[in-house]
């Protein structure tokens, strides 16, 4: 009996040892990696990746971007200030995504998205809008150019940026655009022969058509058509961008429309819209009906609509075959209709009337009279009609007050209800993301790195397209530029529109959103 007890005993004890020795491997493991994380991570061995972007030395970081524990910099961003305050504050670089990326080198960015834009602005605004696009995945801009954006100290700097074309409106590509096949067609006849704002959006259109061209032999995958006083603002993405955004977007799909937002002014000195605006209306599309319609007299403050300007947002179109403009808002095809989809976040930011220098400028681009009548023929929508008689009769007092109560949110509990409800919103990105170029020293490096001087034939290109520009504004493009008289050409379009009037989608203007009149029939449908 006592034998067996032992054999017994025996048996038992190398699997008892066994666990033993197990159990102390389980223990002491843990505490050796952990150990030899702390001492990784006390000599600086391990790189925290959310800041391996960020500019040696830094101690500032993208908003949202958070420092881990494991990060030998994780002490250094306690504050009590915001992101932004300390973005304002600081003195060092605070744009995480520049150190070291190649604004140059995104060739291999898939899917290609070019922008196209018409545009008489200066580097103040050209600039920051560029850049912030690029950093947002756009790799190359078509930039048809006059006024002060064609002049030689500009034109010079924009030239000398990778992924930018110029084009300047020299008499050979007005001669050449005169030839274009939209004078023969239906689409967009009611625009031709008008000044001011009806100019513009077909000179836009058929910038437009050739920008479709380019982008194609460039081997752009996406174009959209942008103003200089918009930025995408991709927030149906899973990160901060357009090209992850359009990436995903499924292979049938012709087209994308981005609604857009309006900013909302509230201060009467705004110097840069772009850094210093983060209230914006929401549109339409993205509210509830009830809530729209609800707070539609307190969005509106009195003016002719909800949007001071357009309300129809914008859009992308898909590289393909046959693919043409549809006015300034939307693309189409010549050989079928496009399957398109409209984003429930994503948006275009409009800077409208965002300076009160805006209401001048726009005056002095256009030649009509400042009467109810005339500015019918010159603008397509209320507010631009109402902000030029204003711009052009009042005094600079009368214009600031007219500024005031017009544009400026300066009722903090209207404002504070509107942005409960949803109407108004704040959008902090593109502000963060300029002010982080600013400060990363972009647009300075750009514009001392251009070259000095220009070729003779890019001077007198600029000097032709500088000096077309200050043309007289209520004659029209078309009516200057080709041979055949306006009754040969209506002519024409009388003879083609029986055949062609059903197959052309017309051209999409600018647009207000709905107003309460509108309601009824909003719902039923």
């Known amino acids: 009996m006592a034998n067996s007890h032992q054999q017994s005993l025996l048996r038992s004890t190398p699997s008892s ?13 843990p505490l050796t990696l952990a150990a030899l994380a702390f001492v990784l991570q006390w000599r600086g061995g391990i790189t925290d990746p959310t800041t391996r972007w960020a500019p040696p030395g830094s101690q500032h970081l ?11 910099t994780a002490h250094q961003h306690q504050s009590s200030s915001s992101d932004c305050a300390s973005l304002r504050q600081g003195s060092t670089p605070s ?28 580097l103040e605004q050209i600039l920051p809008w560029m850049f912030f696009h690029k950093v947002i995945g756009v790799s190359t801009f078509f930039l ?30 007005e001669e050449q655009q005169a030839k274009s096949r939209i004078w023969n067609e239906t689409w967009l006849s009611s625009f031709f022969y008008k000044p001011c704002n009806y100019e513009l959006f077909v000179k836009q259109s058929l910038n437009m058509e050739m920008a479709i061209v380019m982008a194609r032999d460039a081997g752009m995958d996406w174009i ?25 977007v499924p292979g049938n799909v012709d087209m994308v429309i981005f609604p857009n937002y309006e900013s909302s002014v509230e201060r009467e000195d705004i110097k840069d819209p772009f ?24 969005a509106t403050r009195g003016n002719p609509n909800y949007f001071l300007t357009y309300g129809n947002g914008k859009s992308a179109a898909r590289i393909q075959d046959h693919l043409r403009p549809n006015g300034a808002h939307r693309w189409h095809n010549y050989m079928k209709t496009p399957n398109e989809i409209k984003l429930e976040e994503a948006a275009v930011l409009h800077y409208t009337y965002a300076k009160f220098s805006d209401l001048t400028s726009r005056r002095d681009r256009c030649g009509c009279k400042p009467t109810k009548e005339d500015v019918k023929r010159c603008f397509m ?55 982080g170029l600013r400060e990363s020293g972009v647009f300075s490096s750009v514009i001392a790195s251009a070259p000095t001087t220009i070729s003779k034939d890019k001077f007198l290109s600029s000097i032709v397209s500088s000096n077309s520009s200050r043309a007289a504004a209520s004659e029209s493009l078309p009516s200057r530029r080709i041979g055949t008289s306006r009754e040969h050409q209506a002519t024409a379009r009388r003879v083609l529109e029986i055949e062609s009037a059903a197959f052309y989608e017309v051209a999409v203007p600018p647009l207000s959103p709905p107003g309460t009149k509108d309601d009824r029939l909003i719902i039923e449908v």
């Not at 040892?17 to 493991?29: F, G, R």
């Not at 209306?281 to 707070?295: A, C, E, S, W």
């Not at 009769?393 to 017009?406: C, D, G, I, V």
């Open 62 to 72: 993208f908003p949202g971007m958070d420092p881990s524990p494991l990060s030998p």
């Open 275 to 298: 850094s210093e605006i983060s209230m914006f209306k929401r549109n339409y599309d993205h509210l509830p009906k009830d809530t729209y319609f609800g707070m539609y007299k307190d």
């Open 17 to 29: 040892s066994i666990s033993s020795k197990l159990l102390l491997l389980l223990t002491v493991l």
């Open 144 to 173: 048809f150019v006059e006024g002060k954006a064609a002049s030689p100290a500009v034109s010079k700097v924009l030239e000398s940026i990778p992924g930018v074309k110029v084009i300047y409106r020299t008499r050979e590509l």
């Open 381 to 435: 929508l209320e507010f631009d009609r109402a902000a030029f008689i204003i711009a052009s009769t009042a005094t600079e007092e009368e214009m600031l007050n007219w500024y005031r109560e017009h544009i400026v949110w300066g009722d903090k509990d209207v404002k504070m209800k509107l942005l409960r409800k949803g109407v108004l919103t704040r959008i902090y990105a593109p502000m963060v993301i300029i002010q």
């Open 95 to 122: 744009f995480p995504y520049y150190h070291g990326w190649k604004f140059d080198d995104l060739s291999n960015l898939k899917p290609k998205i070019c922008i196209t834009t018409s545009t008489s602005a200066g």
């Open 224 to 248: 959209i058509h942008l103003d200089t006083d918009e930025l995408l603002h991709p927030a149906d993405a899973r990160e901060y961008s357009l090209r992850q955004l359009l990436l995903d």
